[in-house]
């Protein structure tokens, strides 16, 4: 199956600028260097999902034209991937349905929490009405795209990442097991989170994620995640080895 990817956001929890910043990147004039947080809306012929509803959501689906939304997919529960949900309620109310959502049981659990009322048993009008199915290892159809889980670590925190035909998309993680490396073998496409050059606590940096894609011999690889600390996206690109590139906000590729 062919699918497009397009990277709605690729910058980490504070984006790019950051607020307040003034540092080089954050006042650059490249619109490849402003960054909304991390996230991608996944299309096949008939199906599109977005992977993480990020707080910049409304804005990034605007941005985008989207539509038409058949679900979403939660890689972990921290707030740059899950605080936008709330704007779900326009597709319902657009779409006349609630919007199937796909999450680890923490992730699930944090979702019930901040979003408490729309899982109220007499509920408001007009809140999300959301159809919350809990996910393990094993793959599932949403439309007709088949989504594989793999699971990584973001330091002690269990992320999900995804694979859907020989696409897969990892962020928010600094560790990868030898069993779910296997899983991500073969893809034709890797998306990984790379937040800067310097080492980080429970991100990969950027020479980490190259290595790490050279290990698994992923014939493209495009970085996400990224902070302002990264540097300027031209410059870091232009050194990156060849397969690899940074991605930005805008970005569509083929798969």
Do not use: W
């Amino acid at each position: 199956m062919s699918l497009t990817v397009e990277f709605l956001g690729t910058g980490t929890s504070s984006g790019v600028p950051m607020i307040a910043c003034t540092c080089a990147v954050c006042m650059s004039t490249s619109s490849l260097d402003k960054r909304l947080r991390s996230s991608v809306l996944i299309s096949s012929g008939s199906t599109k999902v977005v992977i993480d509803t990020t707080p910049d959501f409304r804005y990034q689906m605007l941005r985008s034209g989207v539509n038409h939304l058949d679900g979403v997919l939660f890689t972990h529960s921290h707030k740059d991937h899950i605080a936008g949900l709330d704007d779900i309620r326009a597709y319902n109310y657009f779409l006349q349905r609630p919007m199937p959502l796909f999450a680890n049981p923490e992730t699930a659990e944090a979702i019930k929490r901040d979003f408490f009322y729309a899982f109220r048993e007499k509920k408001y009008p007009g809140i999300p009405e959301l159809d919350l199915n809990i996910i393990d290892d094993e793959p599932f159809l949403l439309g007709d795209i088949n989504f594989i889980p793999i699971r990584v670590k973001h330091l002690n925190m269990e992320v999900f990442g995804f694979r859907a035909g020989a696409f897969t998309y990892i962020t928010d993680a600094n560790h990868i097991d030898e069993v779910q490396k296997e899983k991500i073998k073969g893809s034709d496409v890797l998306v990984i989170n790379a937040l800067r050059k310097e080492k980080h606590i429970s991100h990969f940096n950027l020479q980490e994620a190259i290595d790490l894609a050279a290990e698994l011999n992923i014939p493209k690889t495009y970085f996400t995640h990224i902070s302002h600390q990264m540097g300027f996206h031209a410059e870091v690109n232009s050194a990156l080895p060849q397969g690899m590139q940074l991605a930005h906000d805008g970005l569509i590729i083929s798969v």
